[in-house]
């Protein structure tokens, strides 16, 4: 029989391991839970649905985030291919149609001819080897409790919030005006300005506002690059006005004067039909989130299509853990991907996944797994999760203070920044080429 790779798993991680092993040739059995068995937040069974944010972060060229898109791309990376087919305005930001994103993601998976998905839940950790799990955050109970034993110690874990999503028609558009901050790519962005009174009347109303209640066995551990904006409103009064609501860049187009305080709305599909809170991500009560979100100017009769709701990410500790090779130093050939190893963000997800891929193809060709240089984007994330530290391990998005690169004396941030990015293009390409020719496709 010929060797095939099992992945557990079809968010955008498991989804671009699949996709990337069966590019090299290697058969790959996927499963995928969804829909015989839900999770607490997702509502489809697409393969790599997006549930906190439709955006994949930020797309400005020289920037962390856009680095390590464009070091996907030198793979024909499935994710960000889907991503950039699927964009809507988001000024700087790389934001998709979720629909049509994890339809086009599901349908390339699914009539792939090395690719069998299943649909079924992985309740035991399967003996035949390469694995590779890339179940998430949400792991199912039974799966939690299989890995929980083979790897010896328990979870890690924070809380995550969505924001919420509304109607486009039940918007008062003569209360909102469209525009990016400092004018960064199109008018992009509906913006809801707030004078003084109304941006201090909704952080007191916020704070006296009904939260779901933790268990009481739990402590609130939250995210800090994606804290709920009733946590943010806790620690002061101004950090609101410093934060998602920020006005600095938004002038009023006919005024040109500032707000107090500013609410910015994104397109969450192509149509327009829905627009979602920017960093609205909360855990108020529905009826709590109504009443309060409608007293943002031009949202008076907002109608709602999904409130925000708050959910337990879990993530193993990856450094104590991996082998250099992204598997178990205790089980080889058992490899993990995704959130579920500590990164934070869909396209750092996603990144993992293609990582374990590779390495786990070396394994079945019986070739050994390059890393990648530590002056790439992809580098800079493999360093974080193989590598043991004295400090606490956190979640972390991909930014420039994980990289590893030669001192440079450049004090412009800007141009230090472009000439990190330049360098790590042509150090990911020259990698890419090392590796056999049969196990990367050509760009």
Not at 147 to 176: E, R, T
Not at 205 to 222: C, G, R
Not at 230 to 259: D, I, N, Q, W
Request: proline share 6%.
């Amino acid at each position: 029989m010929k060797p095939y790779l099992t992945v557990i798993g079809g968010g955008l991680a498991g989804s671009e391991a699949a996709w990337q092993a069966a590019e090299m040739g290697v058969p790959v059995v996927l499963y995928e839970m969804r829909s015989v068995t839900p999770t607490p937040v997702h509502k489809t069974d697409r393969c790599a649905e997006l549930v906190c944010s439709n955006s994949l972060g930020n797309n400005l060229p020289h920037s962390a985030p856009f680095l390590l898109k464009e070091e996907l791309r030198k793979f024909n990376s499935v994710v960000i291919g889907a991503g950039d087919h699927h964009a809507v305005p988001a000024g700087g930001a790389l934001a998709v149609d979720r629909e049509l994103f994890s339809q086009e993601i599901t349908e390339r998976v699914v009539n792939h001819p090395n690719i069998t998905l299943k649909r079924e839940e992985v309740v035991d950790i399967p003996d035949d080897r390469p694995v590779i799990l890339a179940t998430g955050p949400l792991t199912s109970p039974n799966l939690s409790a299989a890995i929980a034993k083979i790897i010896g110690q328990k979870y890690l874990y924070f809380y995550d919030a969505l924001s919420p999503i509304v109607d486009a028609n039940s918007i008062d558009y003569s209360k909102a005006f469209f525009a990016s901050r400092y004018n960064k790519g199109g008018d992009d962005y509906l913006n809801c300005h707030m004078n003084e009174e109304q941006y201090r009347n909704f952080v007191r109303e916020l704070n006296q506002a009904k939260k779901v209640p933790f268990a009481s066995f739990e402590k609130a551990i939250y995210f800090e690059g994606c804290l709920p904006i009733e946590e943010l409103a806790s620690r002061g009064e101004k950090t609101l006005a410093f934060g998602p609501m920020k006005p600095v860049g938004l002038p009023h187009p006919e005024t040109g004067k500032l707000s107090h305080a500013v609410v910015q709305l994104r397109r969450e599909n192509k149509a327009g039909t829905a627009y979602n809170l920017v960093g609205f991500q909360t855990k108020l009560t529905y009826p709590e989130q109504k009443r309060l979100f409608t007293t943002i100017p031009g949202l008076e009769n907002a109608e709602f299509f999904r409130f925000g709701a708050i959910h337990r990410n879990t993530y193993i500790n990856a450094p104590s853990l991996l082998s250099s090779e992204l598997d178990l130093v205790s089980h080889p050939g058992l490899y993990f991907a995704g959130q579920i190893t500590g990164v934070e963000g869909y396209v750092e997800s996603a990144t993992l996944g293609l990582l374990a891929a590779l390495s786990a193809v070396k394994r079945i060709k019986g070739e050994k797994f390059v890393p990648p240089p530590m002056d790439t984007a992809m580098g800079a994330l493999y360093h974080y999760v193989t590598t043991k530290r004295s400090n606490s391990y956190q979640p972390m998005n991909i930014n420039f203070g994980l990289f590893l690169v030669k001192e440079m004396k450049i004090r412009d941030k800007k141009v230090r920044n472009q000439k990190i990015a330049e360098n790590a293009l042509e150090s990911l390409c020259r990698w890419r080429d090392v590796l056999n020719e049969q196990v990367i496709s050509p760009v």
